[in-house]
C-alpha cells in the first residue's frame, strides 16, 4: 500500500515537473510566430539553398513558404548538372525550383556559372582529350551562360557568376584552376560580361567563402577593385558564410562587411550555416571515439552566435541586400558529410524534425 502510493506520488510530481517545464518553455518562446522573412521584412530578404526533392515533400516545403522568399538551388544549376554534355543541358530540376519560386512568389538567386568544382570534364578538353584553347573555352562559357541565364531572364533576380576564383594558399593570389592555367585572369572578367549580355537587369556576383580571415578579405578585396576599376559588371560579393561556432568574430565580420561596401558593392550572406565543429578544408574520416553530440553547450554556443552575426546584418541592412540558409534544416546538410563524412551536424535555425531551435529564437528575438 504504502508502495503504491510513494509511486502515485511520485508520478504526479513528475507530471507537475513536466508540466511546469513545458510552461516555461511556452512562456520563454510563443506558440506561434511570424516567418523569418515576416520578421526581416523591412531588413532584407530571407532565402534558402534547396533541392527539387525538399520542394517536393510537404512538411519542408511549408516550413520554406512560412519563412523564405527566395530560393537558391543548391546544386541543380551548377554547371556538371545543368550542363553534362556539350550538346545537352539538364532542365528538370532548375526548371522545378524555379517553378516553384514563380507560384509562390518568391526570388531566385541562381547559383552558379562559372566554378572550378562540379563542373564538367567535357569544357576543358577536346575530343582527342587535350586542353583546349583559350578562345575554346571563352566561347563555351559564352555559351553556356547564355543558355542558362537567357532561359531564366527575368525569373531570377541575382546570379553567383564567379564562385571561389582565389586561391586557398594565402601567399598565392587567383586559384590555380583549370579555367585560369587556360584563361589567365580573363575568365573572372568575361564571365561577368557575358551574364550581364544575357540579362542587362540580373544583379551580379562574385561569391566566396572565409572572407571575413583578414588574409583572404585582402585578396577578395584586391580582386574586386580590378574588377570594379576597369568597369567590370560585377554588382555584389556574397559571402558564403560557412562559418563555425568561434568564427568569424563580430570584428571581422563588420570590417568585411564596410570594406566590401567601400567599393559600392552590395553584399549577400550566400551560404548560411554555423557548424558546430571547427573549420576544416580537406575532407577526413571520423576519428575513433570522435563525437557528433549537439550538447546543450553547442546548442548555446551557436545561438549566441547566430544572435551576433543578425546583429550584425541588421545594422548593415542598407548593405546588405540577401540572406541565404545554406538547407533547410538539420534533418539534412552538407555538413553531414563534409568535411567528415558520416559526422552529424547541426548548422541551422530548425532541428532534424523542422523544429525551431534556439538559434533560431535568438534570430527573430530583437
Ligand atoms: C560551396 C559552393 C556551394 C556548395 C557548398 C557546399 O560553398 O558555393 O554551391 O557546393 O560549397 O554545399
Not at 551574364?195 to 566566396?208: G, I, K, M, R, S
Request: charged fraction near 25%.
Amino acid at each position: 500500500m504504502n508502495k503504491t502510493f510513494r509511486l502515485i506520488k511520485f508520478l504526479l510530481c513528475a507530471a507537475v515537473c513536466l508540466q511546469s517545464n513545458n510552461a516555461l518553455k511556452a512562456q520563454s518562446h510563443p506558440a506561434e510566430v511570424k516567418g523569418l522573412k515576416d520578421v526581416y521584412a523591412s531588413y532584407f530578404p530571407m532565402g534558402v539553398a534547396v533541392s527539387p526533392r525538399s520542394l517536393n515533400d510537404t512538411a519542408q516545403a511549408a516550413l520554406i513558404l512560412k519563412n523564405f522568399n527566395s530560393l537558391t538551388p543548391e546544386n541543380a544549376m551548377k554547371m556538371g548538372p545543368i550542363h553534362p554534355e556539350e550538346n545537352r543541358y539538364y532542365w528538370k530540376d532548375a526548371d522545378a525550383i524555379v517553378a516553384f519560386a514563380q507560384a509562390h512568389g518568391l526570388k531566385v538567386r541562381g547559383h552558379n556559372l562559372c566554378w572550378h568544382e562540379q563542373t564538367p570534364k567535357w569544357l576543358f578538353y577536346d575530343k582527342d582529350g587535350k586542353l583546349v584553347t583559350k578562345a575554346v573555352l571563352l566561347k563555351r562559357l559564352k555559351n553556356h551562360i547564355d543558355s542558362v541565364v537567357g532561359r531564366y531572364k527575368g525569373k531570377i533576380y541575382a546570379w553567383d557568376v564567379v564562385n571561389e576564383a582565389i586561391d586557398d594558399n594565402s601567399t598565392k593570389f587567383l586559384r590555380n584552376s583549370l579555367w585560369y592555367k587556360i584563361c589567365g585572369d580573363e575568365f573572372i572578367v568575361k564571365a561577368f560580361e557575358y551574364a550581364h549580355a544575357a540579362d542587362p537587369q540580373a544583379v551580379l556576383f562574385y561569391n566566396d567563402y572565409n572572407t571575413e580571415r583578414p588574409e583572404k578579405r585582402e585578396r577578395v578585396y584586391k580582386l574586386l577593385k580590378m574588377l570594379v576599376d576597369t568597369k567590370v559588371p560585377v554588382n555584389g560579393v556574397g559571402l558564403q558564410a560557412h562559418w563555425s561556432l568561434n568564427e568569424p568574430t563580430q570584428q571581422d565580420l563588420m570590417t568585411t562587411i564596410q570594406k566590401f561596401a567601400s567599393l559600392g558593392l552590395k553584399v549577400q550572406i550566400t551560404e548560411l550555416d554555423i557548424s558546430v565543429y571547427p573549420w576544416e578544408k580537406e575532407p577526413r574520416s571520423l576519428r575513433p571515439g570522435e563525437s557528433s553530440e549537439f550538447t546543450p553547450e553547442k546548442e548555446e554556443q551557436q545561438a549566441k552566435q547566430y544572435a551576433m552575426v543578425f546583429n550584425v546584418f541588421r545594422k548593415f541592412k542598407n548593405v546588405i541586400t540577401g540572406v541565404t540558409f545554406w538547407n533547410i534544416s538539420d534533418k539534412y546538410t552538407w555538413l553531414d558529410t563534409y568535411p567528415v563524412n558520416g559526422r552529424k551536424n547541426y548548422p541551422l535555425l530548425f532541428d532534424q524534425n523542422l523544429q525551431p531551435k534556439e538559434a533560431y529564437w535568438q534570430v527573430v528575438k530583437f
